[in-house]
């Protein structure tokens, strides 16, 4: 009796471990594409919406015939936000399912030890959402060939935000940030080189530190200045005490920040009257968003059964997978280098904009712009650069 | 030898030994500060006046919890490293009555024919006696769990002790079925008004509009505030000094032994201490939380450090030393938030602590054995 258990167990076994070999000797027929995202550690929510927005692109393409005449299969690999599995996940891609293109990883963290591999190994990489400019470019500046983003750089929403300030005629500035954080700090220094630029003031400058609670003093000086614009490019729970306490010291500027706002615990009232700049923003009302909207909303369902609404992380995804796939198209070839070669000089209307990519391999692309009044967060407009 | 003593001795040994060069340092520090403030003060005196209100704004919610640390300090000679997470529950208490039972409006649910005034502040004065009773309650219940087994026990224990106090309020209160972890919006008991005071008088400014030129802004906020912590500043000195549980306080810190052979229950005179104390860090939780609307399970520790500061600025030991002490490290935050730079506020701060401390090791008002409460 054991004896049998035990050469069925054996034959299961030899049979799992063939049956996918044969798979995989046959593919000659398939284009395969890799996804490295967190499907488990810190952020597997942002894993599962990578997930969703990148097979949706797959599943699209794959339903008009592929590319190159070839069907594409997506190969997924858990990379946890974190360098060592992502190295560990990218390597498995790479060597053993003999990937040439990934998409991913989510977080910049992870995604910049997958660069240096991917550049060895002559693969594509694009990463849906790593902010950081080291994940593109080397630490001596050189710009890494195989590796791409979907996602703006944190310094480019404070060019939006100056351009949008200009453009509704404001002239004068005060800007507040946070020293010792280096994503505020680049959107402030961004903001005010831009402001600058297009003819406005930059009337004062404050930094506080990230364990403040009272900013009477600086606001008082914002009162003071009589700027017309706040812009503080901080997260959510700073912009709620800012926002309520420059209520309280006759505060009129308008207040301005970026995508660190954008959370359901942003105080619609502190921030009232403000707006801020962020990747995408399903109130947009242009076609391709709102044709995405129905798309992904018909695929996936959150846990009452309603259509999903997708977030940034899926719609970024989307959009990376679509450029990854349209280049392999553009190139004609499946050649990584030619396929990287297209890539830098592709131009995509994608869900958040139309994307051409700069020297930096950084896209360049529309933000969305959304404004907090009347405790909603409405869509404004959005802002090409 | 004689002949050694009989010199005079020489310039440099005059310096040495009556510490002139350190003396002289703080001269200059003091006399730079002083012309700084001057300075500001000349350059824009309403912006000055303004920065000034804020201050006090900042420094009479510091003066509330520095009382609790004093009063602790003065009796049991414990540094209650728990204080500021009282004070953090003395926050959420408010939040829970204002946000989701509603608590300051009965007033008007009870008594629609009251004036709007009178339920708002009949209503907001419930809220913030409801945090002090919880506050005093807890810190009653800490003092016989954690503190009272060990009065016999070398100090550092209890301060250790006091220490894990600390942790457990701030980490049980980030567990999600209790506070949780993550910044909450406060919201106000009452809508605020601001009053610009300009030099044809005082006018209240609608929201939205910005203030004329050389204008003083008071809100209701500041205003609230200050009150607030004046009365219960004057009913502790009341408490401490006019009645019989005031007299055997300052009898215990005196000489405890003695305390309980006069017939003073001095265990329930040390609970009856600390419960005041958290009691007043809990009003100050609901003022600081009215003032900077924003709540989350660690905000108890900065406050808390400063407070500390200030009553040992004040002399530790002392009700009108914690009170000044407050306001000087209130003032000298904000003033050098406005006037050297934001990131400097708590090395100015500090600064004051040291430079006070090196002239008045005890502090302000410090006289050991004297004025304890």
Redesign the interface.
């Known amino acids: 009796m054991s004896k049998r258990l035990l050469a069925i167990v054996t034959l299961v076994l030899v049979a799992s471990f063939i049956l996918p070999a044969c798979g995989g000797g046959a593919g000659g027929g398939t284009i395969k594409v890799g996804l490295l995202a967190p499907l488990s550690g810190a952020v597997p929510t942002f894993g599962v919406s990578t997930q969703e927005g990148t097979t949706m692109a797959v599943n699209e393409w794959n339903a008009k015939g592929g590319v190159l005449g070839k069907k594409i299969e997506l190969v997924v690999a858990d990379s946890q936000c974190s360098a060592d599995p992502a190295v560990n996940a990218a390597n498995k891609l790479i060597d053993q399912d003999k990937v040439q293109y990934i998409v991913g990883e989510v977080c910049s963290s992870a995604s910049i030890p997958v660069s240096e591999i991917v550049n060895q190994k002559k693969v594509v990489q694009i990463s849906p959402t790593s902010t950081n400019a080291g994940v593109t470019v080397d630490k001596n500046g050189v710009v890494k060939p195989f590796t791409f983003r979907a996602c703006f750089i944190d310094p480019f929403q404070g060019l939006v935000m100056a351009k949008f300030a200009s453009t509704k005629g404001f002239k004068t500035a005060f800007i507040m940030y946070d020293q010792g954080n280096d994503y505020t700090r680049g959107l402030a220094e961004a903001f005010e080189k831009s402001f600058t630029q297009l003819g406005g003031q930059v009337v004062g400058k404050e930094t506080y530190t990230k364990t403040d609670t009272d900013f009477s003093a600086i606001l008082t000086k914002v009162a003071d200045s009589k700027a017309e614009v706040l812009y503080l490019p901080d997260y959510y729970n700073i912009v709620n005490l800012v926002g309520a306490q420059a209520k309280d010291k006759g505060v009129t500027a308008v207040m301005m920040g970026g995508d660190g706002w954008d959370s359901a615990d942003l105080d619609v009232k502190a921030a009232d009257g403000g707006f801020y700049s962020n990747h995408y923003d399903p109130g947009d009302t242009r076609p391709i968003v709102q044709d995405w909207l129905k798309k992904y909303g018909a695929a996936y369902k959150d846990d009452k059964g309603q259509p999903k609404v997708p977030d940034a992380l899926a719609t970024l995804a989307y959009d990376a997978t679509n450029l990854l796939i349209a280049a392999i198209q553009k190139a004609g070839t499946t050649d990584p280098t030619k396929v990287a070669e297209a890539l830098a000089g592709i131009s995509w209307e994608g869900v958040s904009g139309t994307i051409t990519f700069d020297a930096q391999h950084n896209p360049i692309k529309a933000a969305a712009v959304i404004g907090v009044s009347g405790g909603e967060k409405k869509f404004v407009e959005s802002i090409a650069p | 030898m004689n002949a050694a003593i009989n010199q005079k001795p020489s310039l440099i040994e005059t310096v040495i030994r009556k510490r002139l060069l350190g003396k002289g340092f703080l001269v200059a520090v003091a006399l730079l500060a002083l012309w700084k403030l001057v300075i500001s003060f000349l350059a ?1 005196p309403t ?1 000055f006046m ?2 000034v209100v ?1 201050g006090f ?2 420094g009479f919610v510091y003066a509330l919890i520095a009382l609790g640390y004093t009063m602790v300090y003065g009796i049991v000679k414990l540094i209650n490293f728990a204080h500021g997470d009282v004070f953090m529950v003395g926050a959420f208490a408010s939040y829970y009555a204002i946000s989701r039972f509603g608590l300051n409006t009965w007033p008007s649910k009870v008594l629609p024919g009251l004036p709007v005034w009178l339920s708002t502040a009949v209503g907001v004065i419930t809220v913030i006696l409801l945090s002090m009773v919880t506050c005093a309650l807890i810190a009653f219940t800490i003092e016989r769990i954690a503190y009272k087994p060990l009065r016999n026990a070398p100090r550092i224990s209890a301060l250790i002790t006091a220490i894990g106090v600390s942790f457990f309020l701030e980490y049980f209160g980030a567990l999600p079925m209790v506070f949780g972890p ?2 909450v ?1 406060y919201q106000r008991p009452f809508p ?1 008004v ?1 009053w ?1 005071i300009t030099t044809s008088g005082i006018s209240q ?1 609608p ?5 004329p030129d050389n204008s003083l ?1 008071i ?1 209701n ?1 500041s205003l609230y505030i200050i009150i607030i912590s004046v009365l219960l500043v004057f009913l502790l000195n009341f408490i401490v000094m006019r009645t019989r549980v005031g007299k055997a306080m300052r009898a215990t810190a005196y000489d405890k032994p003695t305390s309980r052979l006069m017939g003073i229950n001095v265990d329930g005179i040390i609970s009856v201490t600390f419960a005041i104390g958290a009691a007043l860090a809990g009003a100050a939780g609901v003022l600081y939380a009215i ?4 709540v ?1 399970f660690v ?1 108890g520790i ?1 406050p808390g450090l400063k407070a500390f500061v200030a009553a040992v600025l004040g002399g530790i030991g002392s009700i009108p030393g914690a009170l000044v002490g407050a306001l000087i490290i209130g003032e000298a ?3 050098s ?2 006037y050297i ?3 400097m ?1 708590d090395a100015v701060a500090f600064s004051i602590l040291v430079i006070v401390l090196l002239v008045r090791p005890t502090g302000i008002f410090g006289e050991p054995s004297r004025e304890k409460a």
């Open positions: 824009g912006i303004q920065q804020n704004q900042l993550n910044f919006t605020v601001e610009v400014l929201p939205g509009v910005a203030p802004i809100s906020i003032a900077f609307p924003q989350y905000m900065i935050e904000v003033l938030a406005a730079s934001t990131p506020r």
